[in-house]
């Protein structure tokens, strides 16, 4: 069986999920759209406090969800790609010492 790997691929798809990480993180933009939708119809001590936690904590959920894929892109180029070329070319010289 041979194993084959395919690092060009592993970097379009890192590439593929930026793109839409990016994408879903600028789109938290229309939940704070939202939330000014209900500010402008609610009023009140506890209209403020409530619209202000669910911002709070939309902003948590967007940030940490971001960096939670950023970070899997981080792995897919650096770990898997880059590490496989260079571990690769290791052995491949290593290979051509013992010829």
């Known amino acids: ?25 600028d789109s938290y933009e229309d ?3 939202a939330f000014s939708v209900l500010a402008a ?9 409530c619209i202000s936690k ?7 959920i967007r940030q940490a969800r971001f960096n939670v894929l950023d970070n899997y892109v981080d792995f897919l180029e650096k770990s ?4 496989y070329e260079t571990v ?5 010289s290593l290979a051509e010492k013992f010829k």
């Open 1 to 25: 069986m041979d194993l084959k790997m395919d690092t060009a691929g592993v970097v379009a798809v890192a590439n593929k999920i930026a793109d839409i990480n990016k994408a879903m993180f």
């Open 31 to 33: 939940v704070n759209s």
């Open 41 to 49: 119809s609610w009023e009140g001590e506890t209209a403020r406090t």
């Open 54 to 60: 669910l911002r709070e904590g939309s902003e948590e």
């Open 80 to 83: 898997v790609a880059e590490g």
């Open 88 to 92: 690769e070319k290791n052995n491949i």
